[in-house]
């Protein structure tokens, strides 16, 4: 377990839902990635990402897919891809990533609380 944050310090995190509008794959990526396009509703729009998530996931299996992401963290250089979120995910037992996402449609753009 991390060091304790303040109930302050977790809102300062900012997870929503997107659906996934696009993806491929990003060959290029130092380890297999795929690049996602979210859509995460009007207030913050569609945003990009890469996922090292090749183990569980093909891009034609997502598209459609609703995920969780963190929307707040400044754009990252991945390669020549800009990473705009933070899709979140858990390891399996062998330590690939299973995304974590909602068990049933949510609205895109709902915030986790």
């Known amino acids: 377990m991390t060091d304790e944050i303040s109930f302050d310090d977790f809102l300062k995190v900012d997870v929503r839902v997107g659906t996934v509008t696009r993806a491929e794959p990003y060959p290029e990526a130092r380890k297999p990635a795929i690049k996602l396009w979210i859509d995460f509703g009007p207030e913050i729009g569609e945003k990009r990402s890469s996922a090292r998530i090749t183990a569980h ?3 034609e299996t ?13 754009p990252r250089q991945i390669g020549r891809f800009m990473s705009e979120v933070l899709v979140l995910g858990l390891p399996d037992a062998g ?3 299973v995304l974590a996402r909602p ?3 949510v609205p895109v753009g709902g915030r986790l609380h």
């Open 57 to 59: 996931y093909t891009p």
């Open 62 to 74: 997502l598209v459609g897919q609703q995920v969780m992401a963190v929307v707040n963290f400044p």
């Open 95 to 97: 330590g690939e990533v």
């Open 103 to 105: 068990d049933r449609p």
